[in-house]
């Protein structure tokens, strides 16, 4: 499960999102062969949440 990576503000993520980036997580994780307690997981997942975020308030300035 992805943890709450420290550093990151403002952003709620509905259920679905949640569901969608731990798919994608967990699909990250296999294919770099991480295990899901190390350092550079904890490092991918908050790559992939701060990524989701800004791409998702991008998103929202372009379609208001």
């Known amino acids: 499960m992805i943890k709450h990576a420290g550093g990151l503000t403002g952003g709620v993520f509905t259920p679905d999102e949640l569901k969608h980036l731990q798919r994608v997580f967990d699909a990250e994780l296999a294919s770099r062969n991480l295990a ?29």
Do not use: F, G, V
């Open 36 to 64: 899901r307690d190390s350092a550079e997981a904890a490092m991918l997942a908050a790559e992939l949440l701060e990524t989701y975020q800004k791409t998702s308030e991008n998103a929202q300035k372009s379609n208001p």
